[in-house]
């Protein structure tokens, strides 16, 4: 079939280019952090009988399927056993408790989605990364899907189809 005069092709839905979206593993939900600081005395020491008394008090449920991030921001000597005990109580709530910064968070919740990838199905493929986006995709995501498509494809570029940054090109056999 000939191409009429001035009729435009779109020669980017007709390439070979498969589109990776790093926002289509974001994890929708609230990402909270809950600062240890406020259960310590002088925001210095966590006095085990207070705490206690703290975490069987409180409603536990308003983290329900938030993301939670457990920190200390202060320098203060926290016992472990006092995140485990956190952990224990906002489990049956959150969609998921980390230890860790929000950034910490993000990290582990990317973790879990990539986990999910049927990185098969892009063997040989040449994929575009997609990189602009409205979702905050961290930089670790960016890195760990390069490394699971290395191994697999013919290619990997970093961008949109129309304009790609190449990085990756499997050598010649």
């Known amino acids: 079939m000939r191409q009429q005069e001035g009729e435009i092709i779109n020669k980017v839905a007709q390439s070979p280019?498969?589109?990776?979206?790093?926002?289509?593993?974001?994890?929708?939900?609230?990402?909270?952090?809950?600062?240890?600081?406020?259960?310590?005395?002088?925001?210095?020491?966590?006095?085990?009988?207070?705490?206690?008394?703290?975490?069987?008090?409180?409603?536990?449920?308003?983290?329900?399927?938030?993301?939670?991030?457990?920190?200390?921001?202060?320098?203060?000597i926290v016992p472990t056993w006092a995140y485990m005990l956190l952990t224990i109580k906002l489990e049956p709530y959150a969609a998921m408790v980390t230890y860790g910064s929000l950034e910490t968070l993000e990290v582990a919740l990317f973790t879990k989605a990539l986990e999910k990838v049927d990185i098969e199905k892009f063997k040989d493929a040449k994929v575009v990364v997609k990189g602009c986006g409205?979702?905050?995709?961290?930089?670790?995501?960016?890195?760990?899907?390069?490394?699971?498509?290395?191994?697999?494809?013919?290619?990997?570029?970093?961008?949109?189809?129309?304009?790609?940054?190449?990085?990756?090109?499997?050598?010649?056999?």
């Open 134 to 173: 409205n979702l905050p995709v961290p930089t670790y995501a960016y890195v760990e899907i390069t490394r699971m498509l290395r191994p697999y494809v013919s290619s990997i570029m970093y961008g949109e189809p129309c304009s790609t940054v190449p990085l990756y090109k499997k050598p010649k056999k």
């Open 17 to 76: 280019l498969v589109t990776f979206n790093l926002e289509d593993y974001y994890p929708k939900g609230e990402r909270i952090v809950y600062d240890i600081k406020d259960n310590l005395f002088q925001e210095a020491i966590l006095r085990e009988k207070d705490f206690r008394a703290f975490v069987k008090e409180h409603d536990w449920s308003q983290y329900e399927g938030k993301y939670v991030a457990l920190n200390c921001s202060v320098d203060a």
